[in-house]
């Protein structure tokens, strides 16, 4: 059988040199046409939706901010993902004020800044009176006015309305309009971050929505129309959304020609984006910590250094028997070596921190103590607490072992290398310490508000950051496995905490808050419900050509004045 | 001469090891004259078949002989375009299963258009033409509507007709059948048989007729070779072989003629035995089987000698007597 | 022909319902779910989430869930995404067309360069040609995908800087068809190759097949000319497992590109599919394994279909 | 056999062995994924260090450099060790999710061929649907929902590739019934499962041995590209897969961290490919290549 086939063989290759492979390929080309048949549709769907790209804009006027994750919604009250959505919100709308790198509060859409002295804020902090500007119009051409504000507000207290927070609204008595453009709050306790409540608000226009039979499946959603310094011109979906610069806008014309948020899911593909220069900001998390290193060598882009206010923790589950002594979590503190995980893992791109606050952060607490990376001191420790090394090599006391799983969120990298760093160090002192990590939508389930998990390694912000309330995780009251809210996850229960929590949250003067927060963080530092590790940086990469480009600590994106970008 | 073959041999060089498939096989063929090779499966006879008409070349398969000429042209020089005008259009060839042979996604009328097209020059319709008139000749039933069927539509004497029909054609000056009947029913062989005499006959086409099978070749061929591993053994008449054999191989192949006829395609059983690999041995290829071998036999090859009127074997015992008695 | 398809469809009907049944109840038993995503959000109270669970849903049955999921999605209701509340039919077409465009033409350019080395390959089988292409399908196939584009964004992008290493088109440039094709290079160029590998081991082994068949030799006695013999007895028969083949890839064209868009930033359905998947964002991901079951089922069908054309021997109105 | 010549006799056992020796990319791969498994079964003791331990202090060493011959990764451990750690999960993942391909699809196959009608019908029409989807879509779907272990992985590599084993054991059982010793073997009374398990499984053995070496390749490869998306192997436990997913953001640090675990993967699916041609030529099984 297989002989003969030889001769054919040959005999049809004797061919080849007289061009069959051409007429083969026409003949296989007749094949592909259904194929490329829709390719060629794909052609032509694109450029059918590209009317709207301006031909005669330059390129050199174009900024692209890149991000690793996609906004997908677009409506400022209603987005989930903090980063590229923000971006868009700060583009697009506008808050009543805004905060600066420095920590002050800026007028945005309010006239000034309500205070005490200058009677915007009663003496006894319950009544808020807001002046708002008169030259302000939304997108569209409408005037905006106190209603819009009040219509936001409504929203966000509207309980059937699943928005991305109700932080500080739930404090809100009463709303009203004193005129087209005075607004005034009461509320039901003095509530000293409601000024970040506001700041963190974006009004949303009443004339578009209140018409909506519902709000979150609006096509505003999609094709947002706000004040803000850009408007919104168009999202191709997992490619990017393109803004053009609002020349009305009440703080002055941006003088970046086009606004492009792009998309690019991949870490690698986005740094070399950012190498070749078709991606003007790497932002949202930026350079990953090991390419850091060798992006402030590359000379192509500038490296711009962005404070964000999240800290990474361990996040113990006190409702463990394992840690419900303090003495296994000191142990545990000492095992872990900061230095090494900062420097190492994360080459020195954060910042070691003792507290849930940033060492920048006016309330942070100066003289809280590290303890040092000492195994010895942690063996010492364990020992003296009763809990010693059994025969499988895991200390035990009765019949509580030192064994627990420790989660995050799969596919981080330096994260997991962190915990298996603390994994080692663990090992060395007698614990087991087991990686279960699990995708992000597992671990921040139920398996986290239902406090399920033995130890979790997270990275999280203070709600009402820069304020530095955190009752939010720390409050007994606020156990969502107990109290069924809040998101003191670690069942963390403290009297002494919960009262200069609600005294924190009284006061608006700030010294007297350093001194409670002050207070708080010692507490918390030697009850330990949780390790604090670093706060977060971000190496953003920054082509050279942007100017103006300013991270702002206080703000959780950085195109917080992307009205004053420019490219030169 | 027709056909002039002299020391024809086949090697191939596949997966298994050289091996030699054809070792020096010689015959004549004359103008209309009907020729069998007969021998058991694997025996080389295809490979002479296929060899005469440049369809082993390449791959690892090696052709030679001294002479290979049809019609005084040698055929092993010829180029590639000479040899397909040879192919079909001079030496037409019938395959054992015509079912197979016919391609299976083609109109078996169009297969025949397209041999007659590659030979002849004629329009596409007087090339249908004559290919429904052949389709006549052969004796397929409604023609006009078979010209259109398809391979499976059909059936194995059916197609086998149409094979006929297409080798007939181009009115080429030999056929080659291989074991053009063996995969028929046996009433439907005598048929094609029929057939296959009768068109040579007419048109003076000279035969090669590759069989097995001692009935279908008593009946239709001038001459016997009887080939053993890849060698002519014996060559004569055919009445004189079937009477009078003078190699023990063909003597054992015509006492086994009554069970050939039952098993078709299967070894001879009552020759004790395998066929040995051509070239494997020294002597005589049929001596671990022969039951008059002497020691010569396995020592030295027998070289083919005329032992009658063309009548030639290579036997060294056989011509010994022969030669003795000719003496 | 006509009772082939109606018996076709009706199968098809059956299967796309048991795939979603599958899916769907697969989807609800695992842990986790889109809620989490809003939990993970520290402004969203357990209120809240009361009130997001009943607004999506999820705080019905499963078995309810689905019943409305189905009858809304027969009654051409796709659903709303969970995450930005958008139409899910919305999300899936807007995405489509650059799928189809990254995929589509990968395939085309593969199936015929991959077809033709593999005919090459096949007439020259044993050649130092043929052994080349062996080992060049064997090393092509023996490699993630992810790894070759993260390689040829590294030299072609980074390192040469000759082409654009993400992304559709040069932002901002209007309709610029060149930009858009130098975008297509690195991605249609890594899925090509792999696919082509892929072809070409397809259509080696199926002409290999022809060529040991009777009928070619038949062809060859009949003195027809080599190219001849090739294209019209050869490449007929050798085509057609081929054609019922790229029928059946015809889901490839939604699923296909999964790794090399996450790769590329390909705008397409692979990232919108990795992406729910990550958001648990159901109604999303139902429509895409629906759609994929819808685009395996018709594969199918046009497989058979082609195959009944092309070959007389499949009997029509009978399922092969 | 159209065309009969004499071949020399030969036990078919050794005709077979000799025709895969002759595939000689075969028997180089046979032996490079023998040695793999020597490597991989004795990587405890071979392996110059303890492949999970973490020496920031040592990080980002060169091949050939110092004590470490592959040189180290981010964290300082021993590429090598690390190598032949993931080896044995990466390997061990191939081979148990083509058992796992292999038993599910024989079941699917056998059971549906040997029952013939409707349930037949259901089964390999279910077999053509799940064979359409994309393989990495499929295992995607499913792997969302199960947390990745050694385990779960290969259970789920298996179960979404068994298709094709159940089509060539459904095609072998199809033709089988029609031979006669399954009558003559229902005759003898002999129960439905002892007909299966002793007359169709050996019989329908040898395509499925080629199948099986080409779903190994799969497996392995299925294994990087979910690790790739995030839901593979976690650590510390090395896979090929995860090793070549962590080393991408190093690759202009340190191109030799994504070289070698890519080489491995490589060279085993190189390897298994080829086993698998060897096999098929030598067991001169048709296999529709799919």
Redesign the interface.
């Known amino acids: 059988m297989r002989k003969e086939r030889r001769g054919v063989a040959e005999a049809a290759s004797e061919a080849s040199g007289q061009g069959y492979g051409r007429r083969t390929l026409l003949h296989l080309t007749a094949g592909g046409a259904a194929i490329a048949a829709f390719a060629v549709g794909g052609f032509s769907y694109r450029f059918r939706d590209r009317h709207l790209a301006p031909g005669q804009l330059a390129l050199s006027d174009q900024c692209v901010d890149a991000f690793l994750h996609e906004a997908v919604n677009f409506n400022p009250l209603l987005y989930m993902e903090a980063g590229p959505e923000t971006a868009v919100e700060y583009s697009v709308f506008d808050t009543l004020w805004k905060i600066d790198p420095s920590g002050q509060y800026v007028p945005n859409l309010a006239e000034r800044i309500p205070t005490v002295g200058n009677g915007g804020i009663s003496s006894d902090g319950l009544d808020w009176t807001i002046q708002l500007r008169r030259d302000v119009r939304w997108h569209d051409g409408k005037p905006f006015t106190a209603r819009d504000v009040l219509f936001t507000l409504r929203v966000l207290m509207n309980p059937a309305i699943p928005v991305r927070s109700r932080n500080g609204q739930t404090n809100v008595e009463a709303l009203s309009a004193l005129d087209e453009h005075t607004v005034r709050i009461r509320l039901s306790r003095p509530f000293a971050a409601y000024m970040v409540a506001l700041e963190r608000t974006s009004i949303i226009p009443e004339h578009l929505l209140a018409m909506e039979p519902d709000l979150t499946r609006a096509p505003f959603n999609s094709r947002p129309i706000g004040t803000g310094p850009f408007r919104f011109q168009e999202h191709i979906a997992g490619d990017y959304i393109a803004f053009l610069p609002n020349l009305d806008y009440h703080g002055g014309k941006p003088a970046i020609g086009r606004l492009i948020q792009k998309y690019i899911p991949d870490q690698q593909t986005l740094f070399a984006q950012l190498q070749t220069g078709a991606v003007t900001v790497l932002d949202g998390k930026g350079i990953p910590a090991d390419l850091y290193e060798r992006s402030r060598t590359d000379g192509r882009f500038n490296v711009v250094l962005a404070p964000a206010p999240y800290v990474e923790f361990l996040y113990f589950n006190l409702g463990r028997p394992q840690f419900a002594d303090k003495q296994v979590r000191h142990a545990i503190h000492y095992a872990v070596d900061r230095t090494a995980w900062v420097d190492q893992l994360y080459y020195g791109l954060p910042e070691a921190t003792l507290s849930y606050l940033p060492t920048s952060h006016w309330a942070y607490n100066h003289m809280l103590k590290a303890p040092p990376f000492d195994l010895d001191k942690a063996r010492q420790l364990l020992d003296a607490a009763g809990w010693l090394i059994q025969s499988d090599g895991v200390r035990a006391k009765g019949d509580v072992r030192l064994t627990f799983t420790c989660s995050t969120a799969a596919g981080e990298k330096s994260r997991e290398e962190a915990q298996l760093l603390l994994q080692q160090n663990l090992r060395d002192i007698g614990m087991e310490m087991a990686i279960h990590n699990m995708p992000g939508a597992v671990v921040y389930g139920d398996y986290t508000t239902n406090s399920e998990f033995d130890m979790v390694l997270v990275g999280w912000d203070p709600m009402f950051y820069p304020d530095p309330d955190y009752s939010e995780r720390v409050a007994s009251h606020l156990i969502p496995a107990k109290t069924g809210r809040g998101a003191n996850y670690s069942q963390f229960s403290h009297p002494e905490v919960d009262q200069l929590c609600r005294e924190g949250l009284a006061t608006l003067d700030q010294e007297e808050r350093r001194r409670i927060y002050w207070r708080i963080q010692e507490i918390l530092l030697e009850e330990l419900p949780f390790i604090p590790i670093f706060s977060y940086r971000s190496a953003l990469g920054v082509s050279k050509q942007l100017k103006n480009f300013v991270p702002n600590p206080y703000t959780p994106c950085n195109s917080w004045n992307n009205a004053q970008w420019r490219m030169s | 001469m027709l056909l002039s073959v002299r020391n024809l041999c086949v090697d191939?060089h596949?997966?298994?090891?050289p091996?030699r498939?054809v070792d020096g096989v010689s015959f004549d063929l004359a103008d209309g004259e009907r020729l069998a090779i007969m021998g058991?499966?694997?025996?080389?006879?295809?490979?002479v078949a296929?060899a005469l008409?440049r369809?082993?070349?390449?791959?690892?398969?090696h052709v030679s002989a001294d002479h290979l000429a049809l019609d005084g042209r040698s055929l092993l020089t010829l180029d590639?375009r000479a040899i397909?005008?040879?192919?079909?259009?001079e030496i037409?060839?019938i395959?054992?299963?015509a079912t197979?042979?016919?391609?299976?996604?083609?109109p078996v009328g169009a297969q025949v258009v397209?041999?007659i097209r590659?030979?002849r020059r004629l329009s596409r319709s007087a090339a249908r033409t004559l290919a429904l008139s052949l389709f006549q000749r052969v004796g397929i039933a409604a023609p006009e509507r078979r010209l259109a069927a398809?391979p499976?539509e059909l059936s194995g004497g059916m197609c086998q007709r149409v094979?006929i029909a297409?080798a007939i054609a181009c009115r080429p000056r030999m056929l080659l059948a291989?074991e053009p009947t063996t995969a028929l029913d046996v009433t439907v062989q005598a048929q094609i048989m029929d057939l296959l005499l009768d068109v040579s006959a007419e048109s003076g086409m000279a035969v090669i007729l590759i069989s097995h099978d001692l009935g279908v070749i008593a009946g239709a061929a001038d001459r016997v070779a009887v080939m053993y591993?890849?060698a002519i053994v014996e060559i004569g008449p055919t009445e004189t072989i079937y009477a009078l054999p003078a190699h023990p191989y063909t003597r054992a192949l015509l006492d086994t003629a009554p069970r050939v006829d039952i098993g078709v395609g299967e070894p001879l059983p009552v020759i004790p035995g395998?066929?040995?690999?051509?070239h494997?041995l020294v002597g005589c290829q049929f001596a671990p089987r022969c039951d008059v071998a002497v020691d010569r036999c396995h020592s030295a090859r027998p070289p083919s000698r005329r032992i009658g009127d063309r009548h030639e074997v290579a036997c060294w015992v056989t011509t010994d007597t022969a030669g003795a008695d000719a003496r | 022909m006509g009772s082939l398809i109606l018996s076709r469809l009706v199968q098809a009907a059956v299967l796309l319902i048991g795939v979603s049944v599958i899916g769907f109840t697969l989807m609800h038993l695992a842990p986790g779910g889109p809620l989490a995503f809003y939990t993970n959000s520290p402004g969203v109270s357990t209120a809240d989430l009361v009130q997001m669970k009943h607004a999506f849903g999820l705080d019905r049955s499963v078995a309810m869930q689905y019943l409305f999921w189905a009858s809304d999605m027969l009654r051409g209701n796709w659903g709303y995404s969970f995450f930005g509340g958008r139409p899910v039919r919305e999300l899936v077409f807007e995405r489509l067309p650059a799928t189809f465009e990254l995929m589509g033409l990968s395939m085309a350019l593969a199936m015929l360069a991959g077809t033709g080395i593999g005919v090459v390959a096949a007439v020259r089988k044993d050649s130092l040609f043929d052994h080349l292409v062996t080992l060049w399908a064997m090393l092509a196939l023996s490699l993630p995908t992810f790894w070759y584009g993260l390689l040829a964004i590294f030299v072609f992008g980074e390192r040469l800087g000759w082409l654009p290493v993400g992304g559709r088109s040069t932002l901002g440039a209007g309709e610029d068809i060149a930009g858009h094709v130098t975008h297509l290079v690195l991605p249609v160029g890594v899925l090509a190759t792999v696919i082509a590998a892929q072809w070409s081991r397809y259509s080696r082994a199926a002409i290999l097949d022809v060529l040991g068949q009777d009928y070619m030799r038949t062809a060859l006695a009949k003195g027809l000319s080599p190219l001849r013999i090739l294209i019209r007895h050869g490449l007929r028969s050798g085509m057609l497992p081929l054609i019922a083949l790229a029928g059946l890839q015809l889901p490839m064209l939604v699923g296909g590109a999964l790794v090399t868009e996450t790769v590329f930033a390909w705008p397409g359905m692979g990232l919108l599919f990795v992406n729910a998947l990550s958001y648990r964002d159901y109604p999303v991901l139902m429509a895409l394994l629906m759609l994929s079951a819808l685009l395996a089922v018709m594969g199918n069908l046009l497989a058979d279909i082609a195959s009944a054309l092309a070959d007389p021997r499949i009997r029509l109105g009978r399922s092969a | 056999m159209s065309m009969g010549f004499a071949h020399r006799p030969r036990r078919p056992v050794q005709a077979g062995l000799r025709r895969f020796s002759r595939h000689r990319f075969a028997v180089v791969g046979l032996l490079v994924l023998l040695a793999m498994t020597v490597a991989a079964l004795f990587a405890p003791w071979i392996s110059p260090f303890d492949p999970d331990r973490i020496d920031v202090a040592q990080r980002y060493i060169l091949p050939l450099s110092a004590d470490h011959i592959l040189g180290t990764d981010d964290l300082g451990r021993d590429v090598l060790s690390r190598l032949l750690s993931a080896s044995r999960v990466s390997l061990l993942i191939g081979v148990s999710a083509m058992l796992m391909t292999l038993i599910v699809g024989f079941l699917v196959g056998a059971f549906a061929g040997y029952c013939g009608g409707w349930i037949d019908a259901i089964l390999m029409r279910l077999t053509d649907m799940l064979l359409c989807f994309p393989n990495i879509f499929l295992l995607l779907f499913v792997a969302v929902f199960v947390p990745p272990s050694r385990v779960s992985l290969a259970a789920l590599i298996g179960l979404t590739s068994w298709m094709e084993i159940a089509r060539i054991s459904h095609g072998q059982i199809r033709s089988l019934k029609q031979r006669d010793f399954l009558e003559a073997a229902r005759l003898a009374g002999a129960s439905n499962v002892r007909i299966i398990m002793r007359q169709i499984l050996p019989n329908s053995m040898t395509p499925m041995l080629v199948a099986a070496a080409l779903n190994t390749a799969n497996a392995i490869l299925l294994e990087s590209y979910v690790s790739f998306l995030g839901y593979g192997i976690q650590p510390p436990q090395a896979s090929w897969g995860n090793m070549l997913t962590y080393a991408q953001s190093e690759f202009a640090i340190d191109p030799w961290l994504a070289v070698f675990p890519g080489a491995a993967i490589a060279l085993a699916v190189t390897s298994l490919n080829f086993i698998g041609d060897g096999l098929r030529d030598m067991l001169d099984v048709r296999l529709k290549s799919r």
Not at chain 2, 84 to 89: E, K, T, W
Not at chain 2, 100 to 106: E, G, M, Q, R
Not at chain 2, 274 to 278: H, I, P, Q, R, Y
Request: proline letters at 2%.
């Open positions: 191939f596949g997966e298994d090891g091996f498939a058991e499966s694997g025996c080389g006879k295809s490979s296929l008409m369809l082993l070349e390449g791959g690892g398969v590639a397909r005008s040879v192919r079909g259009g037409a060839m395959f054992q299963d197979t042979a016919l391609h299976p996604l083609i397209e041999m590659a030979h398809y499976h094979m297409m291989d591993a890849g395998n066929v040995a690999g051509a494997a």
